[in-house]
């Protein structure tokens, strides 16, 4: 089994696809480096071939639904905030095990 970082991404941004593509890598570093001595961060980043993603999308309402249910779960998680203009623009997990997270996210759709 194989653990996985997802990695929510704003679609209601009318934003190039470059600027949203690198707000999923932010949250995406700054989640890792934040979880960094966790377990299961460090068994991803041991095997940086084989880390695996998954790129889900939501609009800013989803997002802070996704935000409250995570709290509510106890789910690590970086929500990301683009500056100076201070929108949030996407939330990357620290690494889990799929079956322990994917519950929490399934309703949402693939980032396409």
Known sequence: MSL???IIVRCDLNWPLGALIAQGCHASVAALVKYK???????????????HKVVLKADEGQLSEMVNKLNENNVDYY???EMPENITSALATRPYYKKDIHPFLKHLKLYS
């Open 79 to 81: 929500l990301w905030k």
């Open 4 to 6: 996985v970082q997802y």
């Open 37 to 51: 001595e966790h377990d299961y961060t460090k068994l991803y980043t041991q095997d940086l071939e084989n880390m």
